[in-house]
Nanobody
Framework: VQLQASGGGLVQAGGSLRLSCVASGFIYSRDVMGWYRQAPGKQRELVGRILNGGNTVYDDSVKGRFTISRDNTKNTVYLQMNSLNQEDTGVYYC??????????WGQGTQVTVSS
């Protein structure tokens, strides 16, 4: 499975972006899809995940601002990011966790938030 992330770019603080991640293979309802990010000089960290049944989990830093959704018919997961601030700058990666254990990463898309 290959994951293709898109939608990143340069945005002013307070603005919004919507990231998309399309999987080349079928996404099953029991698979977990997630978004991670890596800021310069920092480790990759979890932004949020969408679980079986549509339940979502977010890092505290993005709660209330970011929303993850998925469309299994399009093999796609989205990350709607609102009220962006400079601390949200980084490379955003999508990740697919198959219910049977395989893990796949997308190539990353750059998000840069200017002041």
């Amino acid at each position: 499975v290959q994951l293709q992330a898109s939608g990143g770019g340069l945005v002013q603080a307070g603005g919004s972006l919507r990231l998309s991640c399309v999987a080349s293979g079928f996404i099953y309802s029991r698979d977990v899809m997630g978004w991670y990010r890596q800021a310069p000089g920092k480790q990759r960290e979890l932004v949020g995940r969408i679980l079986n049944g549509g339940n979502t989990v977010y890092d505290d830093s993005v709660k209330g601002r970011f929303t993850i959704s998925r469309d299994n018919t399009k093999n796609t997961v989205y990350l709607q990011m609102n009220s962006l601030n400079q601390e949200d700058t980084g490379v955003y990666y999508c990740r697919l966790d198959r219910s049977w254990g395989n893990v796949y990463w997308g190539q990353g898309t750059q998000v840069t938030v200017s002041s």
